[in-house]
């Protein structure tokens, strides 16, 4: 046996001394999972913002348990249930879905603009009327429906509620807001309809054992200053220009050279073979036209720089 053979033989104790290097190593380490991430939703509030909020939730919810216990001396429970974010159209799309989607009730600044809303699905809304009505048992809602007593008694409802919320952001963010004046269902009031962000608390009325809840809905553009989110520097007409070319410099546009153009009949393009001219009316010492994605822009000559075809451009077209 030649001295390259016995190299690679394994004693019993070389064999166990792999043993047990090998149970003395760390196996593989588990991948760690990655974060999920949803893009359908905004993420404008980080974690220290978003404790602030739920905050603000925690003290509107207070503020709800107060008022009705003080006014209607009832012995109510006020809960803050979640806090989410949304792009307005998202919300929108969930929202707007006719006679099956929740009832909506717009909520407006002291400059009449419709900045949020109340959100109540039909259960909810039905045992909210039932409730003011002193009669949980109450028939209310018939065929899913509302009368205009019905829902006259939600917004008087929505007016209260939004009263006690009232106090809460006048106080916390210096927001005042009140009914609109629109009960809605299945459709969007607010003015947000499209990607800008929204902050939602959904909250929650207890009378015992039964609960209802509700949501209030607002542009959280309006809660930047509270969460600590720091404000978008403010740009000049000049820089915003400047940041406009800069961008617009990235943007590919085509570049098409033109000598001269003809038209032949389709029988003669059909016998054209290799090595027939085309006689075209532009001379060849005139100079070509430049199109930008298709438009007419300069006139160039062709020239030749390393080996390449170029075109040295001699003049703007409109000139």
């Known amino acids: 046996m030649s001295r390259e053979e016995t190299s690679f ?5 070389k064999l166990q001394r792999l043993v047990e290097r090998a149970r003395q190593t760390a196996g593989p ?5 990655a974060e999920e991430f949803d893009w359908t939703c905004p993420h404008r509030f980080g974690a220290e913002a978003r404790t602030l909020l739920e905050g603000l939730g925690s003290r509107m919810a207070l503020s709800i348990k107060k008022g009705i216990n003080e006014q209607f001396n009832g012995s109510v429970e006020g809960v803050l249930k979640g806090i989410r974010e949304h792009f307005a159209y998202r919300l929108a799309q969930t929202v707007s879905v006719g006679n099956e ?3 909506v009730v717009g909520l407006r600044d002291e400059s009449k603009q419709c900045i949020g809303c109340l959100l109540f699905t039909f259960e909810n809304a039905r045992f909210l009327v039932a409730q003011m009505l002193n009669d949980p048992e109450a028939a209310v809602g018939q065929n899913g429906e509302f009368s205009a007593l019905e829902e006259s008694i939600l917004m008087d409802t929505s007016g209260v509620l939004t009263a006690f919320l ?3 952001l006048e106080e916390q963010i210096r927001l005042k807001i ?9 459709d969007w009031v607010m003015r947000s309809r499209i990607l800008e962000d929204l902050c939602e608390w959904t909250l929650e009325i207890q009378y015992g054992s039964h609960s209802v809840e509700f949501s209030l809905v607002l542009e959280s553009s309006l809660l930047d200053a509270f969460a600590g989110v720091p404000a978008p520097a403010a740009l000049n007409p000049s820089q915003c220009s400047a940041r406009i070319l800069e961008r617009l410099r990235q943007v590919p546009i085509s570049v098409c050279a033109t000598l001269d153009t003809d038209v032949i009949g389709l029988g003669d393009l059909a016998g054209l073979e290799k090595g027939d001219v085309l006689v075209l009316g532009q001379k060849i ?6 199109l930008l994605n298709g438009k007419p822009c300069f006139f160039a000559y ?3 720089q390393k080996g390449k075809l ?4 001699s003049e703007p077209e409109n000139e």
């Open 178 to 186: 009140q009914p609109s004046g629109q009960l809605v269902r299945g």
């Open 285 to 290: 010492r005139r100079p070509w036209r430049v």
């Open 310 to 313: 170029v075109l040295v451009i």
């Open 101 to 103: 989607g929740p009832y």
């Open 29 to 33: 380490q588990p991948d760690v999972k």
């Open 166 to 168: 009232s106090e809460v």
């Open 9 to 13: 033989l394994f004693t019993r104790e």
């Open 302 to 304: 062709p020239a030749q």
